[in-house]
């Protein structure tokens, strides 16, 4: 069965995008996230800045997100990074070098078309609830 985390204000920041989905969900002893843009979340509005400015934004609701469900960065197991240009694989590295340490958590780092947002990159992870 599925459960839908409640994180209050990271939950309204993302729904003040008007996207149909949630943050975070447990399900069977894990967490699932969502594709997780570079929000602001006093503001609610996506942050437009360099890579590493917008990595560390992901990263960082990520995190909030994960120690709200009583988990942390240090369980997560799986992680796909989607970037709207393969130049960004060095900066958004840097950045998430400074989140995960090793072990590393099994990682794919995928090119796509740019959203119709303007941001250029989302992260999702499955962790350890």
């Excluded at 709207?84 to 590393?104: C, G, K, L, M, S």
Aim: some cysteine; proline content about 8%; aromatic content about 8%.
């Amino acid at each position: 069965m599925k459960e839908i985390v409640d994180l209050p204000g990271l939950n309204a920041a993302l729904a003040a995008l008007k996207t149909p989905t949630s943050l975070l969900v447990r399900s069977s002893g894990q967490l699932f996230s969502c594709g997780i843009p570079p929000l602001d979340l006093e503001t609610q509005e996506i942050i437009q800045g360099d890579l590493r400015t917008q990595a560390r934004a992901v990263l960082e609701i990520m995190k909030q997100a994960l120690e709200g469900a009583g988990s942390s960065m240090e369980k997560v197991v799986k992680v796909t990074i989607y970037v709207t240009d393969t130049a960004h694989f060095a900066p958004v590295n840097e950045i998430y070098q400074q989140y995960f340490r090793a072990p590393f958590p099994v990682r794919s780092f995928v090119a796509v078309a740019p959203w119709p947002l303007p941001f250029d990159v989302e992260i999702d992870c499955i962790a350890e609830a």
